[in-house]
């Protein structure tokens, strides 16, 4: 698709997150132009995830209980340090956490268990914490597999004090009520 300089000029005006935005408002757009394609979202009942406080209680710090690291502070310098940020290494994969709001780390899990993870550790504070894994089930690693690293549902348990648990609730679902073959360019 080739833009014109005008389109170009108003996104580049745009913040990243109204140009993403616009980004998928033009690609709706051409969808529906191109195949007449007719959808609207449904709720209905799905797998979830439930993120909970495990037996024991949390193992959460403070907000400022984890250092920033030199390479945090080399690549925020003046910029605020992101909540929450996954790393993924030759160590493993790894969240980092400078006052992370529970509903923000049950978004990033949500992307790693491929569902909806919905916050009921009725935790309303800002934490700290690294927590590293290696897969996300155990049953996900081959047995011979000699990293100790734990799987992420074991390390959410032993190393912050919470646990997925699978539940029933609400899913959003794009229904595709109406699609042809193309049209020509």
């Known amino acids: 698709a080739k833009g014109n ?28 132009e191109r195949f007449k394609l007719k959808t609207h979202w449904e709720t209905r009942e799905g797998d979830i ?21 030199a390479e945090e502070k080399k690549n925020y310098g003046d910029y605020p340090i992101p909540p929450l940020v996954p790393r993924f290494d ?17 978004l990033a899990l949500k992307l790693i268990f491929l569902r909806p993870v919905i916050d009921k ?25 000699p990293d100790p690293t734990l799987p992420l ?9 919470l646990k997925v648990e699978a539940a029933k609730g609400p899913l959003q679902v794009l229904v595709i009520d109406h699609i042809e073959k193309p049209s020509g360019n």
């Open 5 to 32: 300089s005008v389109a170009e000029a108003k996104l580049a005006a745009l913040t990243s997150k109204q140009q993403e935005a616009e980004h998928e408002h033009m690609l709706q757009v051409l969808l529906e």
């Open 49 to 69: 995830y439930n993120l909970v406080v495990a037996k024991g209680g949390p193992k959460l710090g403070a907000p400022g209980s984890v250092p920033l690291s």
């Open 90 to 106: 030759e160590h493993g994969s790894a969240y980092i956490a400078h006052g992370c709001p529970m509903d923000q780390l049950a």
């Open 121 to 145: 550790t009725g935790l309303t504070d800002k934490y700290d914490f690294v927590l590293k894994y290696n897969g996300r089930w155990d049953s996900d690693r081959r047995a011979d597999d």
């Open 153 to 161: 549902d074991q390390a959410l348990q032993q190393e912050l004090g």
